[in-house]
Protein backbone atom coordinates (compact mmCIF):
# COMPACT_ATOMS: atom_id res chain seq x y z
CA UNK A 1 0.00 0.00 0.00
CA UNK A 2 1.86 3.44 -1.05
CA UNK A 3 0.54 6.61 0.36
CA UNK A 4 1.39 10.27 -1.15
CA UNK A 5 2.54 12.71 1.52
CA UNK A 6 2.16 15.91 -0.35
CA UNK A 7 3.09 19.44 0.53
CA UNK A 8 2.02 22.79 -0.99
CA UNK A 9 3.55 26.54 -1.11
CA UNK A 10 6.45 27.69 0.98
CA UNK A 11 6.63 24.63 3.27
CA UNK A 12 10.57 23.72 1.45
CA UNK A 13 11.60 26.67 3.49
CA UNK A 14 10.35 24.50 6.84
CA UNK A 15 12.83 25.19 9.28
CA UNK A 16 14.37 28.80 8.69
CA UNK A 17 10.49 29.79 7.85
CA UNK A 18 9.51 31.39 10.74
CA UNK A 19 9.94 29.02 13.13
CA UNK A 20 7.91 30.70 16.29
CA UNK A 21 5.11 29.45 14.26
CA UNK A 22 6.23 26.77 12.46
CA UNK A 23 8.98 25.44 14.45
CA UNK A 24 12.80 24.35 13.81
CA UNK A 25 11.63 20.78 11.93
CA UNK A 26 12.97 21.18 8.10
CA UNK A 27 10.73 19.48 5.63
CA UNK A 28 13.28 16.75 5.17
CA UNK A 29 13.29 15.76 8.90
CA UNK A 30 8.76 15.50 8.38
CA UNK A 31 10.26 13.56 5.75
CA UNK A 32 12.37 11.26 7.54
CA UNK A 33 9.70 10.60 10.53
CA UNK A 34 7.05 9.99 7.89
CA UNK A 35 9.03 7.76 6.06
CA UNK A 36 9.74 5.74 9.46
CA UNK A 37 6.53 5.89 10.44
CA UNK A 38 5.34 4.47 7.53
CA UNK A 39 7.77 1.35 7.76
CA UNK A 40 6.14 0.48 10.99
CA UNK A 41 2.46 0.56 8.90
CA UNK A 42 3.72 -1.34 6.27
CA UNK A 43 3.07 1.67 3.75
CA UNK A 44 4.99 2.86 0.94
CA UNK A 45 5.19 6.58 0.80
CA UNK A 46 6.14 9.56 -1.54
CA UNK A 47 7.03 12.74 -0.27
CA UNK A 48 6.22 15.24 -2.74
CA UNK A 49 6.42 19.27 -2.33
CA UNK A 50 5.58 22.17 -4.97
CA UNK A 51 4.82 25.66 -4.82
CA UNK A 52 2.74 25.91 -7.53
CA UNK A 53 -0.81 24.46 -7.63
CA UNK A 54 -0.76 23.37 -11.01
CA UNK A 55 1.52 21.22 -10.11
CA UNK A 56 -0.09 19.66 -6.72
CA UNK A 57 -3.40 19.18 -9.04
CA UNK A 58 -1.08 17.10 -11.17
CA UNK A 59 0.38 15.04 -8.29
CA UNK A 60 -3.19 14.31 -6.68
CA UNK A 61 -4.75 13.25 -10.57
CA UNK A 62 -1.81 10.85 -10.70
CA UNK A 63 -2.40 10.11 -7.52
CA UNK A 64 -5.19 7.92 -8.59
CA UNK A 65 -4.47 4.20 -9.26
CA UNK A 66 -0.84 4.46 -7.86
CA UNK A 67 -1.51 5.80 -3.68
CA UNK A 68 -4.18 4.11 -1.80
CA UNK A 69 -4.29 8.15 -0.07
CA UNK A 70 -2.90 11.22 0.39
CA UNK A 71 -1.91 13.13 3.32
CA UNK A 72 -2.00 16.91 2.15
CA UNK A 73 -0.78 20.27 3.55
CA UNK A 74 -1.74 22.71 1.34
CA UNK A 75 0.03 25.32 2.87
CA UNK A 76 -2.13 28.56 2.15
CA UNK A 77 -3.94 26.95 -1.38
CA UNK A 78 -5.76 25.43 1.64
CA UNK A 79 -7.54 28.68 2.33
CA UNK A 80 -8.14 29.46 -1.54
CA UNK A 81 -7.89 26.72 -4.26
CA UNK A 82 -11.05 25.51 -5.67
CA UNK A 83 -9.16 24.15 -8.01
CA UNK A 84 -7.44 21.70 -5.26
CA UNK A 85 -10.65 21.17 -3.80
CA UNK A 86 -12.32 19.64 -7.31
CA UNK A 87 -9.35 17.61 -8.05
CA UNK A 88 -9.33 16.49 -4.74
CA UNK A 89 -13.09 15.38 -5.33
CA UNK A 90 -12.21 14.06 -9.00
CA UNK A 91 -9.98 11.62 -7.83
CA UNK A 92 -11.87 10.18 -4.85
CA UNK A 93 -9.06 9.05 -2.46
CA UNK A 94 -8.94 9.46 1.15
CA UNK A 95 -7.04 12.66 1.90
CA UNK A 96 -6.13 13.64 5.44
CA UNK A 97 -5.46 17.16 6.01
CA UNK A 98 -2.88 18.23 7.95
CA UNK A 99 -1.46 21.62 9.19
CA UNK A 100 1.40 21.92 11.68
CA UNK A 101 -0.03 25.06 13.10
CA UNK A 102 -3.58 25.50 14.52
CA UNK A 103 -5.11 27.22 11.66
CA UNK A 104 -8.20 27.73 13.39
CA UNK A 105 -6.13 29.73 16.69
CA UNK A 106 -4.70 32.19 13.53
CA UNK A 107 -5.85 34.70 11.52
CA UNK A 108 -9.67 34.51 10.54
CA UNK A 109 -8.63 33.81 6.81
CA UNK A 110 -6.99 30.53 7.90
CA UNK A 111 -10.09 29.77 9.19
CA UNK A 112 -11.75 28.54 6.27
CA UNK A 113 -10.21 25.14 4.32
CA UNK A 114 -11.43 24.37 0.81
CA UNK A 115 -9.70 20.99 1.48
CA UNK A 116 -11.78 20.16 4.64
CA UNK A 117 -15.04 19.30 2.81
CA UNK A 118 -13.52 17.04 0.36
CA UNK A 119 -11.02 15.33 2.64
CA UNK A 120 -11.35 12.66 5.68
CA UNK A 121 -10.79 14.43 8.15
CA UNK A 122 -8.21 17.77 9.36
CA UNK A 123 -5.82 17.31 11.49
CA UNK A 124 -3.57 20.56 12.93
CA UNK A 125 -1.78 22.42 15.13
CA UNK A 126 0.22 19.15 16.38
CA UNK A 127 3.61 20.65 14.28
CA UNK A 128 5.13 17.30 12.36
CA UNK A 129 3.67 14.88 14.79
CA UNK A 130 0.09 15.35 12.35
CA UNK A 131 1.78 13.96 9.56
CA UNK A 132 2.29 10.77 11.49
CA UNK A 133 -1.29 11.04 13.13
CA UNK A 134 -2.68 11.26 9.42
CA UNK A 135 -0.83 8.67 8.57
CA UNK A 136 -2.37 6.04 11.48
CA UNK A 137 -5.60 7.84 10.53
CA UNK A 138 -5.28 6.22 6.92
CA UNK A 139 -4.45 3.20 8.08
CA UNK A 140 -7.15 2.51 10.45
CA UNK A 141 -9.53 3.79 7.48
CA UNK A 142 -8.00 1.43 4.60
CA UNK A 143 -9.04 -1.23 7.17
CA UNK A 144 -12.24 -0.22 7.24
C1 LIG B 1 -0.01 25.72 7.10
C2 LIG B 1 -1.04 26.77 7.54
C3 LIG B 1 -1.38 27.70 6.40
O1 LIG B 1 -2.30 28.69 6.83
C4 LIG B 1 -0.14 28.41 5.89
O2 LIG B 1 -0.46 29.20 4.78
C5 LIG B 1 0.96 27.46 5.57
C6 LIG B 1 1.22 26.36 6.49
C7 LIG B 1 0.47 24.86 8.30
O3 LIG B 1 1.03 23.79 8.06
O4 LIG B 1 0.30 25.25 9.46
O5 LIG B 1 1.69 27.63 4.61
O6 LIG B 1 -0.62 24.85 6.15
Redesign the pocket.
Known amino acids: TSILILNG???NLLGTRQPEV?GKTTLADVEALCREKAKTLGFDVAFEQSNHEGALIDLIHAAKGKHAGIVL????Y??TSIALMDAIASVELPVVEV???N?HAREEF?HRSYIAPVALGQI?GFGAQGYLMALDALKAHLKD
Request: proline share 6%.
Open positions: PNLYNAGATHHLSIRC
